[in-house]
């Protein structure tokens, strides 16, 4: 079976990897995109956290390849990957809709980050944690015309750990993933690749994320906050608060029930000499934050903050 691969991310290089060597898949082309793009939902352009020089592995893989510059309705990218004649497309590590025209022309199997029908659309691993969901999982599907409702044809399920942070846990799926392509690539290519739709009863789409939305509601609490910065330290921009009009990421911070009388949103020193901020019923201590072009590590914090501590501007109430 001819394949043309779709990503561009350190996941879809592994899918690509999995692809190239299943017995029965050829893959006779590539389609990825530049780490900086626009997409519907952000014209400016978004970036991609987890990009991976694709075009530069097709090169060395000895496979062709195309990059996508503004959509996939580029008539020259279409012309391009029918020229290839794929018998199907698989698409790992991919932030843009499959034109129906492209899955006329051969079908297309994605894989998303949980457990279909539930966490569709963008970031569900994100939103898995904030919501504080204890197990999640990736789904091989067979696209179609809505946001990832097509029949499935694999799952996996992972747990979320309570001490996961969104690196640790999209590493656990990635391995996920990569099995599932393992086991379902041979009977893709033998037509023996066995779909079930979608309970659409079951379903919830989630909006994508910007680094916008990492901004920290301080009167939420401690176990709320902690998922949030846990949910979105690196490899992505960072929860955040805003401290003398200028961002401060949180990138390590430990939660602690022990409210020590510190006010919503303030950062006090403890009798530790640790810092920590408030929130509605504890406190988050810092362990490593960035602020004023620098990252500050635990026993750098005095030298920032000094000994009375720094009121956060709580800028969530006029966005909210």
């Known amino acids: 079976m001819k394949i043309v691969f779709i990503g561009s991310s350190t996941f ?61 309705n580029e008539p020259h990218l279409f012309d391009t990957v029918c020229a290839w004649r794929p ?62 409702s097509g029949p499935v044809a694999a799952q996996a399920e992972e747990t979320i750990y309570g001490d996961d942070t969104i690196a640790s846990l999209y590493a656990r799926i990635e391995e996920r ?62 929860a955040f608060s805003m401290l003398q009009g200028q961002r401060m990421t949180f990138w390590v911070a430990r939660p602690s029930c022990d409210k020590r009388h510190v006010g919503i949103g303030c950062i006090q020193r403890t009798a530790a000499d640790r810092y920590a901020v408030g929130c509605r019923d504890g406190v988050i201590v810092l362990q490593e934050i960035d602020y004023d072009n620098r990252t500050w590590s635990e026993p750098e914090l005095a030298e920032l903050l000094g000994p009375g501590g720094q009121q956060l501007e709580n800028i969530w109430r006029k966005t909210s």
């Open 177 to 238: 993933g990569v099995e599932l392509l393992q086991h379902a690539l041979p009977a893709l290519a033998k037509g023996t690749l066995t779909l079930h739709e979608q309970d659409e009863g079951l379903r919830r789409v989630f909006p994508q994320r910007s680094p916008e939305d990492g901004l920290i509601d301080w009167n939420q609490d401690v176990a709320s906050i902690d998922r949030f910065i846990r949910a979105q330290t690196r490899p992505y921009p960072g």
């Open 87 to 148: 018998d199907a497309f698989v698409v790992a590590g991919w932030y843009h809709m499959i034109p129906r025209r492209w899955r006329a022309f051969a079908p297309a199997y994605g894989l998303h980050a949980s457990l279909l029908p539930d966490y569709s659309g963008g970031a569900p691993l994100v939103w898995a944690m904030i919501n504080g969901e204890t197990r999640t999982g990736i789904t091989l599907f067979q696209m179609n015309d809505g946001i990832d």
């Open 12 to 72: 879809g290089l592994r899918c690509l990897d999995a692809c190239i060597e299943t017995a029965g898949i050829d893959v006779v082309g590539l389609v990825t995109a530049p780490q900086t793009f626009a997409i519907s939902y952000r014209p400016a352009g978004v970036t991609n956290v987890l990009h991976a020089n694709m075009a530069g592995a097709a090169e060395a893989r000895k496979i062709p390849f195309a990059v996508l510059q503004r959509s996939m």
